[in-house]
């Protein structure tokens, strides 16, 4: 058995037990908790991210608005995951997965809601931006915990949480992003994965040197440009194909239940591939969202809660669903010798003609190289965190931080570039299960103050404030660990 296959059997007992349960239940709890927010609030989320998008000039150029920070986060997330990762669960677990990478999304926002309210109430301040994220919101957080042995638990759990989203995102994630636009490439116009990934390596060490304030501005650029032009294309398709609409949504729900998935295990399958799937996608709960979430500059820690359950919609619900119509239209998705990007690609070939696979190539070269831009913020902020926590890395934080943007934008890139899709898929979820039961072990135990804040930001919004504000003295048992709320 080699390292390949150790991985596969770690990954089925983590995504076939533990995971899907924590995910789904715990969005259920959340959903229920909040008093089903991210569908009574869906017009305020939208209100709040139009008016973010011009950031007021008082604020200075050091600042970072909400929409850039939403920006981020979904440059993460709209990528690999919604144009590969939609195939590969079609063509691992049946269309039935679809309706599952819904499901997730649909629930997991709440998730998403309250691990960025908790990532904006603790977030600190650096010199170009606010930080934050998981690692912070659990150093500070934990010791407050009713339950005894979490208590002690919160500096080991931070540490561990920013190792494990330093590699999974600043390292894993873009071996991921530059395997599929590698693919993408070479079916498309035949170029060496060698060649792409070393012109791909040489642009994202070009903007990961610039910092969080480049990486922002071109999140922001990027982002709208590519998920505005993959939707269009994509209701074009169904639009010439609107009679086949009602079969092909027949044959998700199907799927998805249906007696004979049941009775031949392919139920798990589109379970297990439709969850795992949409949590690469959507990021819910993964605990990677709050580290941009918490970069915004806002008056009240709930206002970029909701910004972000709305970027989990936009990720699933719009760019995942416009794949996933794509490829069941085009009847191909059963076709064992496509998989990924290259399922994908066919499928648009077969819709829109030779047209089809270039303009997959350049999608997914936006989607996924601006989520590896968005992945290295995400390891850089929790380096950043570990030198300030330890003297072992507080030695030689500059040197760190060289040698991370090396390894994250060059030569993790160029290693995605020459692996295989299956040993990429395997090694993204096996970092991506460890995190996130890191993440949900820390949201589930501090997720009453999310509940808390979203009353208070209800109430004053009912109390006509436009614009609620938020003090720490009004979770006077927290309020000396909040840095940034005076």
Same mark, same amino acid.
Request: proline residues 3%; hydrophobic residues 50%.
């Given at each position: 058995m080699n390292v390949n296959d150790i991985i596969t059997v770690v990954n089925d007992v983590l995504w076939s037990y533990v995971l899907i349960a924590a995910l789904i239940g715990g969005g259920l709890w959340f959903t229920w908790k909040l008093r089903f927010v991210q569908f009574r609030m869906v017009g305020e989320m939208i209100r709040l991210l139009r008016d973010s998008v011009v950031l007021p000039s008082k604020d200075g150029p050091?600042?970072?608005?909400? &929409?850039? #920070? &939403?920006? =981020?986060? =979904? /440059?993460?997330? %709209? !990528?690999? !995951?919604?144009? #590969? +990762?939609?195939?590969?669960?079609? /063509? %691992? !677990? +049946?269309? +039935? /997965?679809?309706f599952w990478m819904w499901v997730t999304a649909l629930i997991g926002s709440a998730t998403a809601f309250v691990e960025s309210t908790l990532g904006q109430l603790f977030k600190e301040r650096a010199s170009d931006s606010f930080v934050g994220g998981p690692a912070y919101y659990i150093n500070k957080g934990m010791h407050l915990c009713s339950w005894h042995p979490l208590q002690r638990s919160g500096h080991w759990m931070s540490i561990l949480f920013a190792i494990l989203i330093t590699v999974t995102f600043g390292l894993a994630n873009n071996t991921m992003q530059a395997n599929t636009i590698c693919g993408a490439m070479n079916e498309a116009f035949g170029l060496s994965p060698f060649w792409v990934g070393l012109v791909l390596a040489m642009m994202a060490l070009l903007i990961v040197f610039g910092g969080i304030q480049r990486i922002a501005h071109v999140s922001a650029f990027l982002v709208p440009l590519m998920a505005v032009g993959y939707f269009f294309l994509a209701i074009y398709v169904v639009v010439v194909n609107y009679e086949l609409l009602p079969r092909v949504l027949r044959l998700i729900v199907t799927n998805a239940f249906g007696f004979e998935q049941v009775l031949g295990g392919g139920l798990g399958a589109a379970l297990m591939n439709g969850v795992k799937r949409g949590l690469f996608s959507n990021e819910a709960g993964e605990g990677s969202a709050p580290n941009a979430a918490s970069t915004a500059d806002v008056t009240h820690p709930v206002k970029q809660g909701l910004i972000q359950a709305l970027g989990v919609f936009t990720d699933t619900l719009l760019v995942c669903s416009c794949t996933a119509f794509i490829i069941l239209l085009s009847g191909i998705y059963q076709s064992p010798e496509l998989n990924g990007i290259n399922l994908t690609q066919a499928a648009l070939q077969s819709e829109v003609g030779s047209f089809g696979p270039v303009f997959v190539a350049i999608a997914i070269f936006l989607f996924a190289f601006s989520s590896i831009i968005a992945n290295y913020y995400y390891g850089e902020a929790n380096i950043r965190f570990m030198t300030s926590q330890s003297s072992h890395f507080a030695a030689h934080p500059s040197f760190i931080m060289t040698v991370y943007r090396i390894f994250s934008g060059g030569l993790m890139v160029m290693f995605g570039a020459m692996i295989s899709l299956e040993m990429a898929w395997n090694i993204i979820d096996l970092c991506m299960a460890l995190l996130t039961a890191c993440n949900l072990v820390a949201i589930f135990a501090l997720g009453k103050y999310a509940f808390r804040l979203l009353d208070d930001y209800r109430q004053q919004r009912r109390q006509g404030i436009r614009e609620p504000q938020f003090h720490r003295h009004q979770l006077p048992e927290v309020a000396d660990d909040l840095e940034c709320w005076d």
């Open positions: 050091k600042r970072i608005s909400s &929409f850039q #920070a &939403f920006a =981020v986060s =979904v /440059a993460s997330r %709209v !990528g690999t !995951g919604n144009l #590969a +990762g939609v195939a590969t669960a079609i /063509a %691992v !677990g +049946g269309p +039935g /997965a679809v």
